[in-house]
């Protein structure tokens, strides 16, 4: 039993790349941290997956070295949560075993059958207008025609692999799927199930499946598992999970969270209109609203959020972190040849473009590696340098990286504060990108905002499942959490610096306007 002299929650968050657990106080504070890198299947055709099985034994690995060095006792952990990478699907049979590989978020396969059924007789964007009517009346937005959606998921299932889909009992976003594994119930939250397309989102307190949208997307209502509010209680650690974890059968698990929800809570910034922007594999900016409101044309709206009664503003940028991942890897391929691990070359980096001026000498980089979701639906558009030259340097190139991102994050950013009817600032700053203090004054200066960045923002996420797994076990009060959420260090951004970046990003919008048809003369036939 629980000595309660220390009451802790093991928070999992299960990202693209890695997963990382911690064990966290009920108070936020990060007692000790462990990571296990997870592998990624890029396939043809836009297709993108992981082995979920994959996923269990490496929570399982990094919990017990976690629980092994002693900073914890066993006895102390009250409960498990788990944020995850949202926007998935697994295909499993009735004891839950995984039928499919996981096809992730960043997977278009689903494209064309999403594309068929959103659109009608008078269509706006691809949405034929009743259709398109009904689901933002209802859910707060719509499925998106990159098919990157679950429901894309289900539909590339059930017309390319009929003999999966024939033999699942249930479709699951990770984060359900990893609740299976921990208590043996199939069960999605409010807040997880919201990109299936097929709730009824007005009334917060009792989201539930809506017959007309089953109906209209084709989903049945027996593939899917029973909802349960944000931040509950789903039930105690099964038998053999606890063993494999190493934790008590008392231990209770939490309904968990999509990882932007997870980022909103632990970034501190959870009263309304107080913005997070997130810069990790993939960038976002969202907080908390009184109201559900949607902006279809840039593909924003308000879900139910990871705390009960409050909606979310949403949106992603595919790529942004993974950028400077994707130019190492390129610049250094193996990393074991070079004799430096990957925290000494992205150092490297932040000196070697620090030493460059603010807009890189007029070098360019464009983000969108994989297609772009905020604020134009794009699965088609794609990255690389423009205006390179015999002077071009790897500090230029890094630099342009971060400024390409940067970038792209103010498009975002002006349509966010039109959406919010108000100016957002100063801005909280988590992920792996808010650990380089370059990259914080970089954003801070193309932005033209304050940025706070958040202590040890890698572990916004996971410190997010804890909080609310402290408030579901009666620990914690949302109005508590700003306060247990340090700042770092402030950013202010540097008025010199305005006139440069203020002329490249209105570049940066004509490159993309410029070479969108290009990009779809060369990749249409590749990612259709």
């Known amino acids: 039993m629980p000595n309660g002299d220390n009451p802790s929650i093991l928070s999992i968050d299960l990202g693209t790349s890695a997963v990382k657990v911690a064990l966290i106080t009920t108070r936020g504070a990060i007692l000790a941290g462990d990571e296990e890198p997870l592998p990624l299947s890029l396939l043809p055709e836009g297709g993108a997956e992981q082995d979920p099985e994959s996923w269990w034994s490496a929570i399982v690995r990094a919990t017990r070295r976690l629980l092994e060095r002693g900073d914890v006792s066993p006895g102390d952990v009250v409960g498990v949560n788990v944020g995850t990478q949202w926007s998935g699907t697994v295909a499993v049979d009735e004891q839950g075993k995984p039928l499919h590989p996981a096809i992730l978020w960043m997977d278009s396969r689903g494209a064309s059958h999403v594309q068929r059924l959103a659109r009608g007789l008078v269509s706006i964007e691809g949405y034929g207008v009743g259709k398109l009517l009904h689901w933002v009346r209802l859910t707060g937005g719509a499925p998106s025609l990159s098919g990157k959606d679950p429901l894309g998921h289900i539909l590339y299932l059930q017309h390319e692999r009929p003999d999966i889909y024939r033999n699942t009992y249930k479709f699951l976003e990770p984060k359900d799927w990893l609740n299976l594994r921990l208590t043996g119930r199939f069960t999605a939250s409010y807040d997880s199930i919201t990109l299936h397309w097929v709730t009824d989102n007005r009334q917060l307190t009792r989201v539930t499946y809506d017959e007309g949208l089953l109906k209209m997307t084709g989903l049945r209502r027996e593939h899917l598992p029973d909802l349960v509010p944000a931040a509950s209680v789903i039930g105690p650690l099964s038998p053999s999970s606890a063993r494999e974890l190493g934790l008590g059968e008392n231990v209770q698990v939490v309904s968990g969270m999509p990882d932007i929800l997870a980022a909103a809570v632990g970034s501190g910034a959870v009263r309304d209109f107080e913005l997070h922007l997130c810069v990790g594999t993939s960038s976002w900016m969202s907080c908390h609203v009184p109201q559900k409101k949607t902006d279809l044309l840039h593909q924003m709206g308000t879900v139910p959020s990871a705390i009960p009664g409050r909606y979310l503003l949403i949106n992603e940028q595919e790529s942004a972190g993974i950028c400077l991942v994707t130019l190492k890897n390129l610049l250094f391929e193996g990393d074991s040849l070079t004799g430096r691990s990957s925290q000494e070359i992205y150092a490297s980096f932040e000196r070697a473009a620090a030493q460059v001026p603010p807009g890189s000498d007029r070098l360019l980089f464009l983000p969108w590696l994989n297609?772009?979701?905020?604020?134009?639906?794009?699965?088609?558009?794609?990255?690389?340098?423009?205006?390179?030259?015999?002077?071009?340097?790897?500090?230029?190139?890094?630099?342009?990286?971060?400024?390409?991102?940067?970038?792209?994050?103010?498009?975002?950013?002006?349509?966010?504060?039109?959406?919010?009817?108000?100016?957002?600032?100063?801005?909280?700053?988590?992920?792996?990108?808010?650990?380089?203090?370059?990259?914080?004054?970089?954003?801070?200066?193309?932005?033209?905002?304050?940025?706070?960045?958040v202590d040890q923002p890698v572990m916004a996420n996971a410190r997010g499942s804890a909080f609310q797994a402290a408030i579901a076990l009666g620990h914690l009060t949302v109005e508590e959490i700003p306060s247990l959420v340090p700042v770092a260090r402030s950013y202010e951004p540097n008025p010199k610096n305005r006139a440069v970046y203020d002329e490249l990003f209105q570049e940066f919008l004509h490159l993309y306007k410029t070479s969108k048809p290009v990009f779809a003369r060369l990749n249409r036939t590749r990612s259709s």
Not at 404 to 420: D, K, M, P, T
Request: positive net charge; hydrophobic residues 35%.
């Open 371 to 453: 297609g772009e979701r905020s604020p134009v639906e794009d699965r088609l558009s794609r990255g690389g340098f423009f205006n390179q030259s015999l002077q071009t340097t790897r500090g230029h190139m890094v630099r342009a990286v971060m400024e390409g991102v940067a970038y792209n994050s103010r498009w975002l950013f002006s349509y966010v504060e039109q959406f919010l009817g108000r100016k957002a600032d100063p801005i909280r700053m988590i992920g792996g990108g808010a650990r380089n203090q370059l990259w914080c004054q970089i954003y801070a200066d193309v932005l033209g905002r304050t940025i706070h960045q």
